[in-house]
């Protein structure tokens, strides 16, 4: 071969593995195996070795991070790592004041320890014994990736703590992420510092992973035995002293007032920070209070995210595109001229819905301004009318699905008394191809049935190729076909065809989720799932169209029932049911534990003291009790609170229910 044609071969394969790492890191939507990905990188390298003339600064060898690997065991977390909710303006912090005082059913004065958001990639390091025995990726935020080795190679992460009282056992919890001035150096290969932690951390190779400079903050912990701290603040302390790195800019402050201040001089710091911070972080500084407020089912409600403002820039739409959504939903989104805005290109910016467009009069040929916040969806929030061409006409909605041809509807809502603003496909089932596409992409993804290696494009690509077109399909694929296609060596087969395997363990409430019924997410599957005995009753329920009895259940109303009512309407539903049923080994996890009020139902009239509604559910659910909204012969008992409704007590004490105080229930509770 002569010289001219292996540097022809080798720019060629490192032009496919960096169209790969764009695909992967930028789009999220990795087309081919980690095996062929694996291939690729190591053909990359012997070339290299052969041949001496071959340099790229590109080059895998030079540059590290790229597409991490899939292979970590993974680890149930034993306290989930949530996310936080976000706050933008000052009204969201009063708010978010006010659901605490309503939580806690009374104003009380309380102190906020203040934390820089770094915006890095969060990891939890385990220490029995002084030593660091386990470290774990948030993945999902209830399972992560075990990463030990990896996290092993930051200096920031001690290894053994010699303090004499660092505790037994403790998972201590932060952030992994790279300096600004070290992502200068790859800054060809990743989006943002944020992407370059990430891909570091998940190398297969720790060795990899020691290359680029990673850094760690500690801020919180998991898992803690014999916690007796009081004070967030006085754990960030006892953090440094034994040995970990904590943010020299953490803060007391205790009010909204001194917030909103520090959030000010702090937003125009941050750009002279050596590392990204997208926000501050407040959390309630006392942890007994912490304890009573808990989590919603992704945040705690204790703690928010106050964001800096988002970044801005200048660009073209090119053209208004419709996505139809896995509930039929019809998204316009705009295709634009690339920008890189902070640091992220962008080519794609939501434009919300029909309205959105009427409303700003967003036409195709604009120039608009984009903003882009931290992970937040680009959007537009401004459009130049006076740069507009004479020509242009503003763009009309489509009214049939530009997926299957069927009438697109605007719903009613009953509640608000309005029109929905979004329009939807009305043919909301596998008729249409691209809500059929997206309901399996849901299918699989995450926080369903999480099938590892089989990635949104995959879905895409499968469908394409007519591999499947049903979610039962993904269990009896043509793994022939599939090994024949291009990416697709016989060891990623078998590692796709292992994955799936394993999948078909699931819960009831993960199996009612994956169905992707619209206003049935994860906390009302697992209401539902908690209030079944197994998935042959939910089948018989689903069989009987019987959704009735689940209005008990506090949290689930007519538009969850509605919506499964109609879902299950449709005979091509029930057959996945019941196909799928046959296929997956399911067993329901979430029912009720052995607490002191198992199969007990409770429900509430009048105000209670010292104590809200919804504190009140949360401790009677955590003793494995249930609250329900209505009364009927199922429920056992009525808590009377102050000002009581005379008609529910009547009512009770017509079907027998027993009638107790708030007191009583505490007794009940212990
Ligand atoms: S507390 C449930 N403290 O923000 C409590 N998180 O959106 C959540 N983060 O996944 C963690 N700095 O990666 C906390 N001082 C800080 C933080 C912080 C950055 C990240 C973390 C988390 C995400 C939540």
């Known amino acids: 071969m002569s010289k001219n044609d292996v540097i022809k071969i080798y720019n060629s394969k490192l032009k496919d593995l960096l169209k790969h790492n764009k695909l992967y890191y930028q789009d999220s939507a990795p087309i081919i195996s980690d095996d062929y990905y694996d291939k690729l990188k190591t053909e990359i390298i012997e070339l290299e070795k052969k041949h001496k003339f071959l340099k790229n600064k590109s080059s895998p060898s030079k540059i590290v991070g790229f597409k991490p690997s899939k292979s970590f065991d993974k680890y149930m977390h034993k306290i989930p790592m949530l996310s936080l909710s976000n706050a933008f303006y000052e009204s969201d912090l009063v708010n978010f004041e006010k659901k605490i005082f309503n939580y806690l059913n009374k104003k009380i004065k309380f102190s906020y320890s203040v934390e820089p958001k770094i915006d890095g990639i969060s990891a939890s390091l385990t220490y029995k014994n002084k030593i660091l025995i386990r470290g774990v990726s948030r993945g999902d935020g209830r399972e992560g990736e075990i990463i030990t080795e990896n996290l092993k190679t ?67 912990y998991g898992y803690f035995k014999n916690n007796s701290f009081k004070l967030q603040t006085d754990f960030l302390k006892e953090l440094k002293s034994w040995g970990f790195k904590t943010n020299k800019d953490n803060e007391i402050l205790s009010n909204i007032d001194q917030l909103i201040s ?45 964001k800096f403002s988002a970044d801005s820039a200048n660009t073209k739409v090119k053209n208004i595109e419709i996505q139809v959504g896995r509930t039929g939903a019809l998204t316009p989104v705009a295709k634009v001229q690339p920008i890189n805005i902070g640091g992220v290109v962008v080519s794609n910016a939501t434009l919300h819905n029909e309205e959105e467009i009427k409303r700003k009069d967003i036409r195709i040929g604009d120039i608009v301004k984009i903003e882009r916040a931290g ?24 009214n049939k699905c530009p997926s299957c041809g069927s009438d697109t509807i605007k719903e009613f809502n009953n509640t608000t008394k309005k029109y929905d603003a979004v329009r939807r496909c009305t043919n909301e089932g596998y008729g249409c191809e691209k809500i059929a596409v997206e309901k399996i992409k849901h299918f699989i993804s995450k ?66 989720y994956s169905l992707g019924i619209r206003h049935i997410g994860i906390e009302n599957a697992k209401l539902i799932s908690e209030n079944v005995h197994s998935l042959n009753e939910f089948i018989k329920l689903v069989k009987n169209n019987n959704f009735n009895i689940f209005l008990n259940i506090d949290g689930i109303g007519e538009t969850q029932v509605n919506s499964l009512k109609k879902f299950f309407l449709n005979k091509l539903n029930t057959d996945i049911l019941i196909n799928l049923s046959e296929i997956l080994n399911v067993d329901n996890k979430n029912l009720k534990k052995n607490g002191k009020l198992k199969n007990k139902t409770f429900m509430f009239t009048g105000k209670l003291e010292g104590i809200s509604r919804a504190e009140a559910k949360s401790l009677i659910e955590k003793n494995s009790g249930t609250t329900l909204s209505s009364i009927s012969k199922k429920l056992n008992y009525l808590v009377t609170g102050d000002k009581p409704t005379k008609r529910k007590i009547e009512q009770s004490k017509k079907l027998g229910i027993k009638i107790i105080s708030q007191d009583q229930l505490i007794k009940l509770l212990n």
């Open 154 to 220: 930051i200096k920031d992460i001690p290894f053994e703590v010699k303090s004499l009282n660092f505790p037994e056992e403790i998972e201590i919890r932060g952030e992994v992420f790279i300096k600004k001035k070290d992502f200068l150096k790859m800054k060809d290969n990743f989006a943002n510092p944020r992407n370059a932690a990430s891909g570091s951390l998940r190398q297969k190779d720790p060795n990899e992973t020691k290359k680029i400079p990673l850094n760690f903050i500690a801020y919180t």
């Open 447 to 512: 926080e369903a049935l999480n099938i590892d290696g089989f990635g949104k494009r995959v879905v895409e690509k499968f469908w394409d190729l007519k591999l499947l077109n049903k979610p039962q399909d993904i269990f009896n694929l043509n793994y022939n076909k599939i090994s024949n296609l291009e990416g697709w060596g016989q060891k990623s087969v078998n590692n796709l065809r292992n994955s799936i395997e394993n999948s078909k363990k699931v819960t009831l409430q993960k199996l009612i």
């Open 262 to 306: 520090f959030h000010k001089n702090f937003e125009n710091k941050r750009f002279d920070l050596d590392y990204d911070v997208d926000g501050l972080v407040y959390k309630i500084n006392d942890l007994d209070l912490q304890r009573r407020l808990g989590f919603t089912s992704n945040a705690p409600r204790w703690a928010i995210a106050h």
């Open 375 to 398: 992970d937040v969806i680009p959007h537009v929030i401004d459009v130049y009318k006076n740069k507009r061409d004479k020509n242009s006409k503003p763009f009309i909605f489509p």
